[in-house]
């Protein structure tokens, strides 16, 4: 659909003050908005334009709290297509606005172009595309950037986007570990959208395993954070590593004590400003450290750490997951580990083939169920769908840019 004339426009609605029509186009729910941007050129720009959507749009309580965003690859269906359905927690519904078939269409082929969730950050998201190679795109505007080659690593373990600010402009990096091509050293090398290309940002010490990294990363205030065995001592100890992307330095944690002879299986995540633990207890399965048979307990530590005195940190246990909800996903999955994710002040637990999400709210110290996922286009509900869970959150901004 092309845009119109602004002359076919209803001339009641220019008479109006520029600040009522701004506040009135601001109640759009963000679909309705994508959607009007092809109404006339002053809309585009409008919806395009990072005040407004900052300053009026994003300030509105359906719009203040990022959204739940759970995808999960499905094998049987579209060749072997991601699907996708995304939870607002001001109208508790979930929807399915968020999509990536404008990547099959600008494909030159017309093939079903196969790309995989990675990550998101300020409403952009981070995809495996095809060949090994990685692109940034903002659902909401249907853009795409695909990202150079990695220029020294030569096997990936994990990578991550986050958002950052430079000049008082909104940019993003994109965060990738692995080993270096030219030795055994496991390097941090960072995607800058102003620079447009990779730099080397250090490398991570050389006593840790890499079982911590196919968890994934979460960052915080400069920082990306993830759990790891430091086997420097004996048989190891289990603990986070916190990497400060600035400056190329690292600092390890233990995590807490477990009594009992127990291990936890652990995965971090982050809400604002608060470095969270979650971590699901139970007997070691054989002799590893860092996995269970079966979760019995699921508990939330808070990372308590002064940066600035650099002092070191210390783990405080905030809640535990309630014996009736740790029961119906032991009862629906085998429950040897999870997905987690911060949205917001909650946390959102799911497990395995069981798509019952879990809810904390931090600020309310309460547990709760979302609905069941649902998607629009297909007569089933999500937990049909093949492959384990991602949860990730969302914040829609349909003016972020790739650069």
Request: hydrophobic share 35%; proline share 5%; aromatic share 12%.
């Amino acid at each position: 659909m092309g845009m119109v004339e602004e002359s076919s426009a209803s001339g009641g609605w220019y008479e109006l003050p520029e600040d009522i029509r701004e506040e009135t186009l601001a109640l759009l729910p963000v679909e309705c908005l994508c959607r009007s941007r092809s109404v006339c050129k002053e809309w585009n720009t409008l919806f395009s334009s990072t005040k407004f959507i900052t300053s009026r749009w994003a300030q509105l309580p359906p719009n203040k709290k990022p959204w739940l965003f759970l995808c999960r690859l499905n094998s049987q269906m579209d060749g072997c297509s991601v699907k996708s359905s995304a939870y607002c927690f001001f109208t508790r519904t979930w929807n399915t606005c968020i999509s990536l078939s404008f990547l099959s269409q600008a494909d030159k082929k017309g093939a079903n172009c196969r790309a995989y969730y990675s990550g998101s950050a300020q409403g952009l998201f981070l995809l495996d595309i095809p060949d090994g190679k990685f692109a940034v795109c903002n659902p909401l505007t249907g853009k795409f950037l695909k990202l150079p080659p990695m220029a020294s690593i030569n096997i990936l373990m994990t990578k991550g986007i986050v958002a950052s600010n430079v000049a008082n402009q909104e940019t993003y990096k994109v965060v990738a570990v692995g080993l270096s091509r030219r030795t055994n050293l496991r390097i941090v090398e960072i995607y800058d959208s102003c620079e447009k290309s990779w730099v080397i940002a250090g490398h991570l010490p050389e006593n840790l395993d890499d079982f911590g990294l196919s968890r994934g990363i979460v960052f915080s205030n400069g920082f990306f954070y993830y759990t790891t065995l430091n086997r420097a001592a004996g048989m190891g100890v289990l603990g986070v590593l916190g990497f400060n992307i600035g400056e190329g330095t690292s600092i390890f944690t233990p995590l807490p004590e477990l009594g009992n002879g127990n291990t936890m299986w652990a995965k971090l995540l982050t809400c604002g400003s608060r470095i969270l633990l979650a971590g699901g207890t139970g007997q070691k399965r054989g002799s590893s450290l860092y996995t269970v048979r079966k979760i019995i307990d699921l508990i939330l530590w808070e990372w308590e750490f002064d940066r600035d005195s650099n002092s070191s940190a210390s783990w405080k246990e905030i809640a535990r997951m309630p014996p009736s909800l740790c029961q119906i996903f032991q009862r629906n999955s085998y429950f040897d580990s999870f997905e987690c994710v911060g949205v917001g002040d909650c946390m959102c637990f799911t497990s395995g083939r069981c798509m019952d999400i879990a809810v904390y709210s931090l600020s309310e110290e309460t547990w709760s169920w979302l609905p069941t996922p649902t998607t629009m286009d297909t007569p089933t509900t999500i937990d049909k769908w093949y492959g384990y869970p991602r949860l990730m959150t969302f914040k829609p901004r349909p003016d972020m840019k790739l650069r």
